[in-house]
């Protein structure tokens, strides 16, 4: 079976520090990973996903992600937050080669991202 | 560049109407699928489709109808709303069923049942 737990429901930053959202999966076969972003009152949009090649693996806006196979995680960093980074961030895990519906992604229950000026 | 558009963006119903929630995508994508999402939760499968006249349940298919008669068009349909239906829906489309083919969301549609 598969699942994914982000650690916090929440993080807050100040603006120019470092940003580090904690990902852990659990997963019977390879899976691939993936790094949703939500803004208020819109739909998700891929900032990465890792399938199998580079650990690390680098996303939009500055984003990267190492995908690490003894921790089983996939925690998502950026050096420096900016404002515009607030939002809500999901973590999802499927299958590479998956029999069923590729459609069975598995969501962590999100984490939200405050930026302070 | 359109992607996958949805349709109304915010929608009341009272207890026991109808409503269909529109979904199209211009990708020429096969799959296509409806998750709900709930606050403080991931999102949930609702339905998925693998292509044009066939679908199949999700995690959570009950209260709810899909037809999928062309490539780009899965509407989802609510037959009696209840209040446990209020949720944000999202529709989504992706080329293939490889696990890591990138799956495109739609901006989400706010639906709250009185």
């Known amino acids: 079976a598969q699942s994914v737990t982000q650690l916090d429901s929440h993080v807050s930053v100040s603006e120019g520090t470092p940003v580090l959202l904690r990902c852990n999966y659990s997963?019977?076969?390879?899976?691939?990973l993936f790094w949703y972003v939500q803004h208020p009152n819109k739909g998700l949009q891929l900032l990465l996903k890792?399938?199998?090649?580079?650990?690390l693996v680098k996303g939009i806006n500055g984003f990267e992600a190492e995908f690490k196979k003894s921790e089983t995680s996939f925690h998502l960093t950026k050096p420096s937050a900016h404002m515009s980074d607030a939002a809500e961030y999901f973590c999802?895990?499927?299958?590479?080669?998956?029999?069923?519906?590729?459609?069975?992604?598995?969501f962590g229950k999100g984490t939200k991202l405050s930026v302070k000026p | 560049n359109a992607g996958v558009t949805q349709t109304p963006k915010f929608r009341i119903l009272k207890i026991g109407q109808s409503m269909t929630l529109q979904c199209t995508q211009d990708?020429?994508?096969?799959?296509m699928y409806w998750y709900r999402q709930d606050p403080g939760m991931g999102l949930k499968l609702i339905y998925y489709?693998?292509?044009?006249?066939?679908?199949d349940k999700g995690e959570v298919p009950n209260g709810y109808n899909v037809s999928r008669s062309t490539t780009e068009d899965f509407p989802l349909r609510l037959e009696l709303a209840a209040p446990s239906q209020t949720s944000v829906y999202f529709c989504?489309?992706?080329?293939?069923?490889?696990?890591?083919?990138?799956?495109?969301f739609g901006e989400g549609s706010w639906l709250t049942v009185v």
């Open positions: 989504a489309s992706s080329y293939s069923r490889e696990g890591g083919n990138t799956i495109y």
């Open positions: 997963s019977s076969y390879s899976p691939s």
């Open positions: 890792y399938t199998s090649a580079a650990t």
């Open positions: 999802v895990v499927t299958h590479m080669n998956y029999g069923g519906s590729q459609g069975n992604l598995i």
């Open positions: 990708m020429n994508h096969n799959y």
């Open positions: 489709s693998v292509g044009a006249g066939i679908t």
